[in-house]
């Protein structure tokens, strides 16, 4: 009855089938690797952000890096903002209008300075038009913020590009930037969120980070494609019942049409 499975047909079916499963399988596997990982990093990044804040010097130091697991930490960081080498970090929207983040080194000594983002100004009126940027506080200042890492075109997904107009980036590169200073850089860069003593006029307050819903969206394409393992093998079973059926039908059919001998 069930020779018809060796068929070429119902052979080709078989493979597809055979294909298909472990595809799900490795497909459902690497969904739920993206949920442990997203999980684990909106957890930690959640943590960062309701941590007390601790002295930048401590998360990082001239010529290195932010470590991932440090990103959005609170930090503080006392010194004097350098105007003359302010820059503006171009097409940064915010709350959908294009505009520009506010980036200004703060000297905190012995020949050291950190980047600050202190805030984000709306575009002028035309591409060639700059935009109207609060003067950073004179005088000795702490500020508080999240410490980011150094943007890259990779990291950030914007790309790079000469012929800029003077005291204007796309990335904030501490490396980049930090090569026209007279002071070494501390790595990453901090985005403001507090000042002491506040500031008579400043930028607008960059938002909060989403973090993120620790990747359920993901645990849930994990399951459809496991799910998905179910239906290709009920499917396949019940096409197999289906034929059986139809043969068996069609024997039987067979045996009726037969004349019956006097």
């Given amino acids: 009855m069930y020779r018809f499975l060796l068929t070429p047909r119902w052979m080709a079916l078989h493979v597809v089938v055979l294909l298909v499963i472990p595809a799900f399988v490795f497909l459902g596997r690497w969904q739920f690797g993206r949920y442990d990982e997203r999980s684990a990093s909106s957890h930690q990044a959640t943590a960062n952000l309701a941590a007390a804040p601790v002295p930048a010097e401590r998360l990082t130091a001239p010529g290195g890096s932010v470590r991932v697991q440090d990103k959005y930490r609170s930090v503080t960081a006392t010194g004097t903002f350098d105007p003359a080498h302010q820059l503006l970090v171009r097409r940064r929207p915010q709350e959908g209008v294009l505009g520009f983040y506010v980036l200004t080194p703060l000297n905190i000594g012995d020949g050291r300075g950190v980047l600050v983002n202190r805030g984000w100004v709306k575009a002028g009126a035309t591409a060639d038009t700059l935009p109207e940027v609060p003067a950073p506080s004179t005088g000795e200042v702490t500020v508080t913020g999240r410490i980011r890492p150094s943007e890259t075109e990779a990291t950030s997904?914007?790309?790079?590009?000469?012929?800029?107009?003077?005291?204007?980036?796309?990335?904030?590169?501490?490396?980049?930037?930090?090569?026209?200073?007279?002071?070494?850089?501390?790595?990453?860069?901090?985005?403001?969120?507090?000042?002491?003593?506040?500031?008579?006029?400043?930028?607008?307050?960059?938002?909060?980070?989403?973090v993120g819903e620790g990747g359920g969206l993901n645990l849930a394409y994990g399951v459809q494609w496991w799910l998905f393992i179910g239906i290709a093998v009920g499917g396949w079973a019940l096409l197999i019942r289906r034929e059986a059926?139809?043969?068996r039908a069609e024997e039987a059919k067979g045996k009726e049409a037969q004349p019956v001998e006097a």
């Fill in 157 to 210: 997904g914007i790309q790079d590009r000469p012929g800029l107009p003077p005291g204007q980036v796309l990335l904030i590169n501490t490396e980049t930037i930090g090569r026209g200073l007279p002071y070494r850089l501390l790595g990453g860069y901090v985005e403001l969120t507090a000042q002491s003593p506040e500031a008579a006029t400043a930028p607008a307050p960059i938002p909060e980070p989403d």
């Fill in 245 to 247: 059926a139809d043969l």
